[in-house]
Nanobody, 132 residues
């Protein structure tokens, strides 16, 4: 089975940085779209960043709230997903989740239409706390 395991969360001060990692295993397809989401208690899980590839071009997409501060990437084997988070603010405090899916098609469109339902596989999350 596909397994996703996040790490790298922790506590930082306003303006600090963290790098989240997501170790993926059990992939049976060469293609997977991967993304980071976050959620705070009482609110819906929201997308943070997405990375997708058609074999020739890599696409990334970011929520407006993190553009210019966060960077999503993966390693060459695509078994580890990263989220570099810079200039963190208290509003970034949340549980961060890694997600993956191998449904054919444009993953960015699927995310816009289906939201979290566009992803079949999820990690358990890693907590990020940013103090003011």
């Amino acid at each position: 089975p596909v397994r996703l395991e996040e790490s790298g969360g922790g506590s930082v001060q306003n303006g600090g940085s963290l790098r989240l990692s997501c170790a993926a295993s059990g992939f049976t397809s060469a293609y997977y779209c991967m993304a980071w989401f976050r959620q705070i208690p009482g609110k819906e899980r929201e997308e943070v960043a997405l990375i997708d590839s058609d074999g020739h071009t890599t696409y990334t997409m970011y929520a407006d709230s993190v553009k210019g501060r966060f960077t999503i990437s993966n390693d060459t084997t695509k078994t580890t997903l990263y989220l570099q988070m810079d200039r963190l603010t208290p509003e970034d405090t949340a549980m961060y989740y890694c997600a993956a899916d191998n449904t054919p098609g444009d993953c960015r469109v699927a995310l816009r239409v289906l939201g979290t339902e566009a992803f079949a596989y999820w990690g358990q999350g890693t907590q990020v706390n940013v103090s003011s």
